[in-house]
């Protein structure tokens, strides 16, 4: 079952943004796909919360180099795992600078995940649609993902449904999302 938090509050999340807005991405980095080239329809960032850990996305185009959380970022993962009753320790930030950034319907790649954990996806700026559907059923539903909220699926949740952020040509300004993992330490 998909829970729904709010963490932060509008105008908190508005400053978060503007912070995190300040957080160099690597924005429609090109790769090969079917012997295509072809772009990430948004920006990417990850960070670890020390050194020790180490986790490749397996995003399209590869993964985005691993930094270690900002005290910001750690402040906000640390509120997170409070709200969540969780241990997240990475953050792979995505960048929608509007409507026409998105991500396909997929699921996480779970090879380093901590055993029995899910993910989280806190939203600031824009609001934009988080659609999950159910692998057997093939049922979706949309959750409007307003900023300040966190949008927890956990385990086995990403192991029966996939989830997607799409295409919204009327959103025509930013959204920035915090998905957070924890990470076995290696």
Not at 42 to 53: E, M, V
Not at 93 to 98: D, Q, S
Not at 119 to 127: E, K, P, Q, S, Y
Request: hydrophobic content about 30%; charged content about 25%; proline content about 4%.
């Amino acid at each position: 079952m998909i829970i729904d938090k709010e963490v932060y509050t509008e105008p908190e999340a508005q400053q978060l943004f503007e912070y995190l807005d300040t957080l160099e991405v690597e924005y429609h980095k090109q790769y090969k796909r079917f012997n295509q080239m072809v772009k990430v329809p948004r920006g990417q960032a990850s960070y670890t919360l020390h050194g020790d850990i180490h986790y490749d996305y397996k995003v399209s185009g590869g993964s985005p180099p691993n930094h270690v959380m900002t005290d910001t970022l750690k402040e906000i993962t640390a509120k997170v795992n409070r709200v969540l009753g969780t241990n997240f320790n990475t953050i792979l930030l995505n960048k929608y600078m509007n409507g026409d950034d998105c991500i396909g319907f997929h699921k996480d790649r779970e090879a380093g995940w901590a055993p029995n954990t899910g993910f989280a996806t806190l939203a600031f700026g824009a609001a934009r649609d988080f659609q999950v559907k159910n692998d057997e059923s093939k049922v979706t539903t949309t959750y409007l993902h307003e900023s300040g909220h966190a949008i927890y699926m956990p385990s086995p949740m990403n192991q029966h449904n996939t989830h997607s952020v799409p295409k919204r040509k009327r959103v025509i300004s930013c959204r920035i999302s915090l998905t957070f993992r924890e990470i076995s330490d290696i």
